[in-house]
């Protein structure tokens, strides 16, 4: 263990990490790389994307990771009718102070599981973009501070199903990761089978994390170094994102970022103070995919994810690992 840290530090992090990861594996069956991911987003103080099919667990593994702590939890259903006042809020005249006053909406909360968020409007999903960078809401000129912490959890259906809008390119670049669930294996399913209620409020979660923690958590993050030669690696598969002809256009400098910070969460969530060249290569694809577009037309949303990832995965292989 380097000094760049406190020893204890770094071992209350990975206790609480644990203590995290152990409560959520309770509900979520056999998606241990995908629950170690979700801890990595929100070490990292970063909004998370979830993406896959309807019925798969999406929304369950978000009250999993709400409940798991003591921060304050709020659940937006997500519909072509919602209007961006249903979840930023919005002033209203009271006779009796006679001036307006403001009325929170749902945003405001810890953990905000925006459910289903490709199936509201542009306009409505707009309506994110703000708090999603400064953790604050502006109306009729005023800005309203959201709390700490603060972390959208958004799920959404392929964007080629019916009913839903493609979320903007602005949107996409302020989740720092996007994650996919994917069909549990067939013994976890038959556990699943076994066991699970009709809906996921349902499910026993105790908080095993108070919300001073997870601040402290995220706090962290900034002291666990990254070396110089690594840096380099992460802007060397920055720079070759910018270079592939396959691509429309690289990755942005938000995007460089955005791999940093969840390459020094994942090393504090494995309880390091220090960042390996693999930390960067096992978060490559979640960082960056959802930043990426071809520059050639696909048939759908699904095979256009796949290509991206396996451009992703090429470049990753030739770019050379630090020494």
Not at 170 to 193: K, V
Not at 250 to 271: D, E, Y
């Amino acid at each position: 263990m380097s000094d760049f840290v406190e020893a204890g530090k770094i071992s209350m992090a990975r206790q609480a990490v644990e203590r995290l990861r152990a409560n959520m594996r309770r509900t979520i069956k056999g998606k241990d790389d995908v629950i170690e991911q979700v801890l990595v987003c929100l070490v990292a103080g970063g909004h998370l994307l979830l993406e896959d099919l309807p019925g798969v667990g999406k929304t369950t593994l978000a009250y999993a990771l709400a409940r798991s702590t003591d921060c304050t939890f709020s659940r937006v259903q997500f519909t072509s009718d919602l209007l961006p006042s249903d979840v930023t809020g919005v002033a209203i005249y009271d006779e009796r102070e006679r001036k307006f006053v403001f009325k929170p909406g749902p945003v405001f909360a810890n953990v905000v599981l925006a459910d289903e968020i490709n199936r509201a409007t542009p306009k409505t999903q707009s309506a994110l973009l703000e708090v999603m960078d400064r953790a604050r809401v502006t109306v009729d000129g005023v800005a309203h501070a959201v709390g700490a912490p603060f972390m959208v959890f958004a799920t959404q259906n392929p964007v080629d199903y019916e009913g839903t809008f493609p979320l903007p390119e602005s949107q996409m670049d302020r989740f720092l990761m996007r994650l996919q669930m994917g069909y549990p294996q067939p013994a976890d399913e038959l556990e699943i089978l076994r066991t699970a209620r009709a809906g996921y409020d349902a499910i026993e979660v105790n908080a095993v994390v108070t919300r001073a923690e997870v601040s402290a958590l995220q706090a962290l993050v900034a002291e666990v170094f990254v070396e110089d030669s690594v840096l380099d690696y992460i802007l060397r598969i920055v720079t070759a994102t910018r270079t592939e002809a396959e691509f429309k256009a690289g990755a942005s400098v938000r995007g460089g970022l955005a791999l940093r910070t969840a390459a020094q969460a994942r090393a504090l969530v494995l309880g390091r103070d220090f960042v390996l060249p693999e930390d960067v290569g096992a978060l490559v694809t979640a960082t960056l995919a959802h930043r990426l577009a071809l520059a050639r037309q696909t048939s759908d949303a699904l095979e256009e994810r796949r290509a991206v990832g396996g451009v992703l995965k090429r470049i990753l292989s030739s770019v050379a690992l630090p020494v």
